[in-house]
């Protein structure tokens, strides 16, 4: 390996400039690598204005380490490239046959690094998110828009599922993102953290008696037959259901499990039962049910959370998804739990 630091760089002689410049050469020629891009670009660029001197100055650098640079260039591939005479330079059969293919891959290699710089940015790719039927309420909705205004090219594969199916393919790495309801079920390797807050209300058939109270408690529906969610599903919201009844004073008279919104509401209108609901439920607007506020009902932390993978939650589109829906989660109205 040559030594450039042979020479001294305070030297300011003509002979020493000329000695650090042929050392220069030197080491282009012994520590040359492959073929780069470089090179390629160095071809082509001499290859349009034949004149070393003038794609030396397009090219920003001097003339004789360009002379040297494509020298090696065609000794890697073992054909000539240029036919250099006191005239000029010319391309040969060979190096006008391969021009273009050197565009080409000056060009594909240019795409691969904006590719990679708009991977690592979250600009593009591909999401796979799974979603609770509650979060396409209010939640999941505006995170869409979000994050489209921002991520165009990123490819979004949206299914509904349950809170336990999510979480279960989150656990097994076939999902990046999830929207489900809180509280969860625990995994060591997947993280949930809650964005959109809710409280539970009342979900009473239109001809309920109670349904034209001015205000209702818990304890007011202790005689009442319940509709809950189907503990099945592996969500929490059966059993915090069920705590909130205790607290209130009471154990509620089930008559029916249910595993999806509509099909709740639809049993409460036909008058099987009421039901205890998330507050956003309220904008699904079935024509036969009221929904009522609860007096006094205990602070939870239930809602709809972001969950992902621990591994994965630096991720450039999972993080930038992520501040999407925490985006979303800003805009959507705070929940209020009416006081004694």
């Known amino acids: 390996m040559l030594d450039v ?26 520590n040359r690598e492959p073929m780069n891009l470089k090179q390629l670009n160095q071809f082509v660029v001499l290859a349009e204005t034949l ?14 380490p360009l002379s040297v640079s494509i020298r090696n260039l065609e000794e890697d591939i073992g054909e000539r490239l240029f036919q250099r005479s006191t005239k000029g330079v010319e391309l040969t059969s060979v190096g006008k046959s391969v ?23 979250g600009q593009v790719g591909s999401l796979r998110i799974n979603f609770v039927a509650s979060s396409t309420l209010r939640l999941l909705p505006r995170s869409i828009i979000h994050f ?5 090219k990123v490819n979004l594969h949206l299914l509904e599922a349950s809170t336990d199916s999510i979480m279960i393919g989150l656990r097994d790495g076939v999902l990046d993102v999830g929207l489900v309801r ?28 109670m349904a034209s109270k001015d205000q209702l408690r818990l304890i007011d529906l202790r ?56 507050n956003p439920w309220k904008d699904l ?18 809602g709809i959370a972001f969950a992902c ?11 930038e998804f992520r501040k999407s829906v925490e985006a979303a989660g800003r805009e959507v109205p705070s929940s209020h739990i009416p006081s004694l």
Request: overall charge neutral; aromatic content about 8%.
């Open 309 to 319: 993978r621990k591994e994965e939650e630096h991720g450039a589109l999972v993080r």
């Open 182 to 209: 809180s509280p969860t079920p625990t995994y060591p390797s997947v993280i949930t953290t809650l964005i959109e807050r809710n409280h539970y209300i009342a979900a009473l058939p239109k001809n309920h008696p």
């Open 51 to 64: 004149n070393f001197r003038n794609a030396a100055i397009k090219l920003n650098m001097a003339q004789p």
């Open 223 to 278: 005689d009442e037959q319940f509709i809950l969610p189907s503990p099945k599903d592996g969500s929490a919201a059966y059993m915090s259901m069920m705590l909130a009844c205790q607290q209130a004073g009471f154990t509620p008279h089930i008559v029916q499990e249910a595993s999806h919104a509509q099909t709740i509401l639809a049993l409460v209108e036909s008058g099987l039962g009421v039901a205890l609901v998330p």
């Open 99 to 121: 021009l273009e293919h050197a565009r080409r891959s000056i060009f594909h290699a240019e795409q691969f690094r904006h590719a990679a710089q708009l991977a690592a940015g």
């Open 285 to 302: 607007v079935p024509r036969d049910v009221v929904f009522m506020d609860l007096v006094g009902m205990p602070t939870t932390e239930m």
């Open 148 to 152: 489209r205004t921002s991520h165009p």
């Open 5 to 30: 630091g042979l020479v001294k760089a305070d030297s300011r002689s003509p002979r020493n400039d000329w000695l650090i410049f042929f050392y220069s050469l030197l080491i282009l020629f012994f």
